[in-house]
């Protein structure tokens, strides 16, 4: 199976409720791209229109490797322009609230699936059909962890446990995937004279990084690791916080599953595996359809006794506990606890007439269309048929 194969093949529509207003005191705009991410291309637009990133609303994170679409805005006194190859943002009018994940209805995704040989056909039908009847475990997908590709590198984890000064060395020197040859040369070089700050300082390459190391020039006591962490940028640190949260949310979810599940499949991730199961018997999908699981904060919202105890667990598997999360050395983000159900399932669910691949000759393709809610990856509904 072949997924992403163009943008084209993955499509997302975010839905939301905007209510419009003559005289709203926000612009809505729809951002619509292709080979970009979502905080990049907000990032190139605040700087090209002067606006300060922290005034553009959104509501969530759209992968680079789709035709996605979304809504952002700003404050009336703002107007937005932008024009970049695969990148295109139209103004839709003036409205009361500004984007954010609070009016995030869902999102509807049209994936088309390749080079699928012909006797997959019936074992994808089927199994559709059991995610329709039985819904998926709702874990966060490889891509809510960035760049993280392995479990002990954690930049989140590593400030709670006050490792502050080895969560500056990963903030300068974990390798990602898309780096090219001369970055990952750099970050190697960084990761080698780490300690040596006036050698790394030409090494540096953008303004947080080159204000970091010099604050860690003047001393490298505690106060200036702080002070250090502190100068990276609220949006960075928001993403490292909620990668961290995910991931811990994952593996809650993971202790959970054979609780209810008697048989379950593995499907390899990035930096951990994923659970699911084919059918579930009637009272755990009763059960689990009304489960919700908290993202880890200082203070975590009443849930269920075992749900509880499986966060416990977690957490002390890691070495930590919900008292770590409250960061109050570090000014710019901090841990939010919201809830999210265990299991998901797809509305509208569909799937085109399995037909020849065009790019792949004598193989077939599909495209499924569907909507999920906010925060649910599709991918994981891809991984679920994988069995």
């Known amino acids: 199976m ?4 163009k943008p084209e093949d993955f499509v997302v529509k975010e839905l939301a409720d905007i209510k419009y207003s003559s005289d709203g005191p926000y ?3 729809l951002l619509e791209k292709r080979h970009w991410n979502t905080m990049d291309a907000l990032k190139f637009i605040s700087r090209e229109n002067q606006v300060p990133l922290s005034k553009i609303g ?8 789709a035709l996605t679409s979304q809504y952002i805005s700003v404050p009336k006194k703002y107007e937005l322009k932008f024009e970049r190859p695969n990148v295109k943002l139209t103004f839709l009018g003036f409205a009361d609230d500004f984007v954010s994940p609070a009016i995030l209805e869902g999102n509807y995704f049209e994936i088309t699936l390749r080079k699928l040989k012909p006797e997959e056909e019936e074992k994808i039908k089927e199994r559709l059909s059991e995610v329709e009847k039985f819904g998926y475990p709702n874990f966060f997908d490889d891509q809510r962890f960035g760049s993280v590709e392995n479990p002990q590198e954690f930049l989140a984890e590593r400030i ?8 500056l060395k990963l903030y300068f020197t974990v390798i990602h995937p898309e780096d090219s040859k001369k970055e990952k040369e750099r970050k190697r070089e960084i990761d080698r004279l780490w300690g040596n700050w006036e050698a790394i300082l030409p090494l540096c390459r953008t303004s947080v990084e080159k204000e970091i190391i010099r604050i860690l020039m003047e001393n490298s006591s505690k106060a200036s690791l702080l002070a250090a962490l502190n100068a990276i940028p609220k949006e960075e640190l928001s993403m490292f916080f909620s990668a961290y949260q995910s991931f811990l949310w994952n593996l809650t979810l993971k202790k959970l599953l054979p609780n209810y599940v008697s048989e379950l499949f593995e499907v ?3 930096i951990m595996d994923y659970s699911f199961y084919r059918t579930l018997p009637d009272e755990s999908l009763k059960f689990l359809k009304k489960m919700e699981i908290p993202t880890v904060s200082s203070r975590i919202p009443e849930c269920l006794p075992e749900v509880k105890r499986a966060i416990e667990e977690v957490l002390a598997e890691r070495g930590v ?18 809830m999210r159900p265990a299991i998901v399932f797809p509305e509208g669910l569909y799937a085109s007439p399995f037909e020849e691949d065009d790019l792949y000759p004598g193989y077939k393709k599909v495209t499924l269309k569907f909507t999920l809610p906010p925060g649910s990856f599709a991918t994981m509904l891809i991984k679920s048929l994988v069995s």
């Open 2 to 5: 072949k997924l992403k194969v």
């Open 27 to 29: 612009r809505i705009y």
């Open 58 to 65: 959104s509501g969530g994170r759209k992968d680079r490797h």
């Open 160 to 167: 709670i446990k006050k490792h502050y000064n080895g969560a």
């Open 268 to 270: 390899k991730g990035k």
């Open 321 to 338: 506990k919900p008292s770590d999360f409250n960061l109050k050395k570090i000014r710019k983000s901090f841990f939010k606890s919201f």
